[in-house]
């Protein structure tokens, strides 16, 4: 009796139909390869939509609970990626980012790359790696995902005054960060929104976190480490009485009087690394390390 092919479920960017362009190649690919793709609902019919792709043969599926899943496959962005991570959840399937965006530190095989890449798979030459996630708790429900890979923001909400952000560590207080916001980020959020604001750019399995301000007040202020074992309480003050927490990009508006708790969560997200598995080949080459930018 023939063993079932391993299942792979696919998801994708839902917004920008031309980088879903290679969605077909991928599909044939991993058929040809020996595997039975199942693509999200949702990409499905975006594809079908919008992309004018004939996918109607391949099963689709709207929770990934519903499968017996080998692996997942994330085509877009960074941001793709998070959304498929969101979706992944807890359920320790490893993700393959194919990156159809711009920068891609999570999703690093590039469109070219998708034929050696899902070779490499069938093969078994691949690594997990295991990203840490950051838990949120509120006094108040959260609506959405309440795990962020990236980051967490609590930010300013409806007018231009800055926000007072009381922040305890451990227990004792770190700072009373005056700012248009906070973010607090794993290592892998470090090449995220963090680094926009001055913070440092953290190796993944460095079981840490960082805190960064949004454009202190005080020119003294800068990015904090610290171990991710601890638990980190936040209480917000606000001219407006609401701010907005934002979960991986995921935003809602909170009260000022709710207190967020975050933690290190207690499960992973695991990101498959086949064509390129070293953090610091894919720092130099998204950074442009060492090129030279001169005009010639």
């Not at 393959?96 to 798979?121: K, P």
């Not at 991710?228 to 991986?248: G, M």
């Not at 975050?262 to 390129?276: E, G, M, S, Y």
């Amino acid at each position: 009796m023939q063993d079932r092919a391993p299942r792979v479920a696919v998801f994708g960017n839902i917004y920008q139909s031309e980088k879903s362009s290679c969605a077909e190649f991928l599909l044939h690919k991993l058929k040809a390869e020996g595997f039975e793709p199942h693509i999200e609902a949702q990409f499905s019919e975006f594809l079908q939509r919008e992309a004018r792709l004939d996918v109607s043969d391949v099963p689709t599926f709207t929770r990934i609970e519903e499968l017996d899943a080998t692996f997942a496959v994330s085509m877009g962005g960074d941001g793709t990626f998070l959304r498929t991570a969101a979706e992944v959840r807890d359920s320790e399937v490893p993700i393959l980012g194919v990156n159809t965006g711009h920068m891609g530190f999570l999703a690093d095989v590039a469109s070219a790359e998708i034929s050696e890449a899902i070779a490499l798979l069938k093969a078994g030459n691949y690594k997990v790696d295991e990203r840490s996630l950051i838990k949120v708790d509120t006094d108040a429900p959260l609506g959405g995902y309440p795990y962020a890979l990236n980051e967490v923001a609590l930010l300013k909400y409806d007018n231009s005054s800055l926000i007072s952000v009381a922040t305890f560590v451990g227990g004792e207080l770190l700072a009373n960060y005056v700012a248009d916001g906070l973010i607090i980020c794993t290592p892998t959020g470090s090449t995220g929104y963090s680094i926009s604001v001055g913070g440092p750019i953290i190796v993944p399995a460095s079981h840490s976190l960082c805190i960064s301000a949004v454009a202190p007040h005080s020119l003294s202020v800068r990015p904090v480490i610290v171990t991710d074992d601890v638990e980190i309480e936040l209480h917000v003050k606000s001219r407006s009485q609401k701010f907005l927490i934002a979960i991986d990009g995921r935003s809602e508006v909170l009260d000022e009087g709710v207190v967020v708790r975050l933690r290190r969560a207690d499960h992973t997200i695991r990101v498959l690394k086949v064509c390129r598995p070293q953090f610091f080949d894919t720092l130099r080459d998204k950074m442009q390390w060492g090129a030279d930018q001169r005009l010639r």
